[in-house]
């Protein structure tokens, strides 16, 4: 979609779109109501300032919506509405061999034990075994810590997705 048509859309339609980048419904909301957008960079400096502006249970909410890394049946069920936007985030995982696999998985129900959500990363052109490495890294964080982390990790992902989904004018 070009900037001119997400400028256009309808505030449903809009947020719709928004939702598809991060699932943090405050956020959306913010992002939806901000348009008309000047440009692509203004659309991802509001998106980083209305990220700014959230709080714990926004970026819990933004977490919930993203699969575990490594678990390719909650990748298929969780990006299903998300496919354009979402789709070679997680090609690490997918080309990981079986023992990376587990060793993700099992750390990521590990971490989500531990701190309440999943493990985030922006794991665009990570290869599984450095997701396994910053996992091992970050698990025994506070979940204070994690939750910013994860949301700083969360913006990035967010930013990928607007851009994966705005084409030139």
């Given at each position: 979609?070009?900037?001119?048509?997400?400028?256009?859309?309808?505030?449903?339609?809009?947020?719709?779109?928004?939702?598809?980048?991060?699932?943090a419904q405050?956020?959306?909301?913010?992002?939806?109501?901000?348009?008309?957008?000047?440009?692509?960079?203004?659309?991802?400096?509001?998106?980083?300032?209305?990220?700014?502006?959230?709080?714990?249970?926004?970026?819990?909410?933004?977490?919930?919506?993203?699969?575990?890394?490594?678990?390719?049946?909650?990748?298929?069920?969780?990006y299903a509405?998300?496919?354009?936007?979402?789709?070679?985030?997680?090609?690490?995982?997918?080309?990981?061999?079986?023992?990376?696999?587990?060793?993700?998985?099992?750390?990521?129900?590990?971490?989500?034990?531990?701190?309440?959500?999943?493990?985030?990363?922006?794991?665009?052109?990570?290869?599984?075994?450095?997701?396994?490495?910053?996992?091992?890294?970050?698990?025994?964080?506070?979940?204070?810590?994690?939750?910013?982390?994860?949301?700083?990790?969360?913006?990035?992902?967010?930013?990928?997705?607007?851009?994966?989904?705005?084409?030139?004018?």
């Amino acid at each position: 979609m070009t900037l001119t048509e997400l400028n256009n859309l309808s505030p449903e339609t809009a947020e719709h779109f928004f939702a598809q980048t991060c699932a943090a419904q405050r956020w959306v909301t913010k992002m939806q109501a901000q348009r008309p957008y000047a440009n692509v960079p203004n659309v991802l400096q509001q998106a980083k300032t209305h990220w700014q502006d959230m709080e714990q249970d926004d970026f819990l909410q933004a977490f919930d919506a993203h699969p575990m890394i490594g678990d390719m049946s909650s990748l298929r069920e969780k990006y299903a509405s998300t496919k354009a936007m979402a789709s070679h985030e997680q090609d690490g995982a997918s080309q990981a061999d079986e023992a990376t696999l587990q060793a993700l998985q099992k750390l990521n129900l590990a971490y989500k034990e531990k701190h309440g959500f999943i493990f985030i990363i922006c794991a665009s052109g990570l290869s599984a075994k450095t997701m396994l490495e910053e996992i091992e890294k970050r698990i025994d964080n506070t979940t204070a810590t994690e939750i910013d982390i994860a949301s700083k990790e969360q913006i990035k992902i967010t930013m990928l997705r607007i851009l994966k989904g705005l084409s030139d004018e």
